[in-house]
């Protein structure tokens, strides 16, 4: 019976369409009749599928307590407002309790490595030498009836030389990080992580040219008389040239899954169950409380 304000009870036979009080018996019918009318408004919540569960636990917890209003409009306002402030709270705590884990294993983590890496390397290259060398010799030798016997050498060399060379090359480097497992993107050289091409070109050329003179004297005594003249001229052309070709090319795959779990601190079993049962919380009793102050808390 009703004393300040009016009962729960009687809010809800009145919205279930019933004319006088009814059971025990009928109880749940009758929340379930009027539990849409009470909360006509929305509130948030984790699962849409637990909002009737919520809303006929409160109506049940304060069935027999009479309303903090004085009417029924007013205590509807106060009550949508108070869900509509705390359940986004609540409902982070709704989603942390349906993380399944084992409380006896303080270690569970995966490495996943995937990596593909693809190198081309192309090279060209062109060697050209020229050498020039030219000798020349005069020989003089004077003789005299007086003993006397005067050889004159003169020796003169000369080196031209040149060199050219020419060399190019062209390096890829293709990476992918392919969680898949494919290759398709390296090959096809799309869908890359990074990619670097690098080309280089260079020429040599040297020359080289010298001349060495050599003159010499020789005196000899002898009893003969004679001039004799030598000139000789050697020359040397040489000319090399080369020219190369060459790729290489690898690709390299790396795949590897670790998975650890277990437990690997000093803590025993039973504390560690211990820690865990502290962990429950009973998220609906929490609700309910908080809504105790929008109800008649003298009776």
Same mark, same amino acid.
């Given at each position: 019976?009703?004393?300040?304000?009016?009962?729960?009870?009687?809010?809800?036979?009145?919205?279930?369409?019933?004319?006088?009080?009814?059971?025990?018996?009928?109880?749940?019918?009758?929340?379930?009749?009027?539990?849409?009318?009470?909360?006509?408004?929305?509130?948030?919540?984790?699962?849409?599928?637990?909002?009737?569960?919520?809303?006929?636990?409160?109506?049940?917890?304060?069935?027999?307590?009479?309303?903090?209003?004085?009417?029924?409009?007013?205590?509807?306002?106060?009550?949508?407002?108070?869900?509509?402030?705390?359940?986004?709270?609540?409902?982070?705590?709704?989603?942390?309790?349906?993380?399944?884990?084992?409380?006896?294993?303080?270690?569970?983590?995966?490495?996943?490595?995937?990596?593909?890496?693809?190198?081309?390397?192309?090279?060209?290259?062109?060697?050209?030498?020229? #050498?020039?060398?030219?000798? =020349?010799? $005069?020989?003089? /030798?004077?003789?005299? %009836?007086?003993?006397? !016997?005067?050889? &004159? +050498?003169?020796?003169?060399?000369?080196?031209?030389?040149?060199?050219?060379?020419?060399?190019?090359?062209?390096?890829?480097?293709?990476?992918?990080?392919?969680?898949?497992?494919?290759?398709?993107?390296?090959?096809?050289?799309?869908?890359?992580?990074?990619?670097?091409?690098?080309?280089?070109?260079?020429?040599?050329?040297? #020359?080289?040219?010298?001349? =060495?003179? $050599?003159?010499? /004297?020789?005196?000899? %005594?002898?009893?003969? !008389?004679?001039? &004799? +003249?030598?000139?000789?001229?050697?020359?040397?052309?040489?000319?090399?040239?080369?020219?190369?070709?060459?790729?290489?090319?690898?690709?390299?795959?790396?795949?590897?899954?670790?998975?650890?779990?277990?437990?690997?601190?000093?803590?025993?079993?039973?504390?560690?169950?211990?820690?865990?049962?502290?962990?429950?919380?009973?998220?609906?009793?929490?609700?309910?409380?908080?809504?105790?102050?929008?109800?008649?808390?003298?009776?």
């Amino acid at each position: 019976m009703s004393k300040y304000t009016t009962e729960v009870r009687y809010i809800c036979e009145h919205l279930a369409g019933e004319t006088e009080s009814v059971g025990y018996d009928n109880v749940d019918s009758v929340i379930e009749k009027s539990r849409t009318k009470i909360f006509d408004f929305d509130f948030p919540i984790y699962d849409e599928t637990y909002r009737s569960v919520l809303e006929t636990k409160i109506l049940k917890r304060y069935y027999t307590r009479e309303i903090g209003f004085e009417t029924v409009g007013l205590w509807k306002l106060w009550l949508n407002k108070r869900l509509n402030e705390i359940m986004p709270y609540y409902n982070q705590l709704y989603k942390s309790a349906l993380l399944e884990f084992n409380p006896l294993y303080d270690v569970d983590y995966t490495v996943t490595n995937n990596a593909n890496k693809k190198f081309d390397e192309t090279n060209s290259y062109t060697n050209g030498s020229t #050498s020039n060398a030219t000798r =020349t010799d $005069n020989l003089k /030798t004077t003789s005299q %009836d007086t003993g006397s !016997n005067t050889r &004159t +050498d003169n020796l003169n060399t000369t080196t031209e030389g040149s060199r050219d060379a020419n060399s190019s090359s062209t390096n890829y480097d293709l990476y992918s990080d392919t969680p898949q497992g494919a290759l398709t993107g390296v090959e096809e050289e799309k869908y890359l992580t990074s990619a670097r091409k690098t080309t280089s070109n260079g020429t040599d050329h040297s #020359s080289d040219s010298g001349t =060495t003179t $050599n003159t010499g /004297t020789q005196k000899f %005594d002898s009893t003969d !008389n004679g001039v &004799t +003249d030598y000139t000789g001229t050697q020359k040397n052309d040489i000319n090399n040239t080369g020219n190369g070709n060459g790729a290489r090319n690898y690709t390299d795959t790396s795949d590897y899954l670790e998975h650890v779990t277990g437990k690997r601190n000093g803590q025993t079993y039973s504390a560690m169950l211990k820690e865990y049962r502290e962990t429950f919380i009973n998220i609906d009793v929490m609700i309910i409380n908080e809504l105790s102050d929008l109800f008649m808390n003298v009776w």
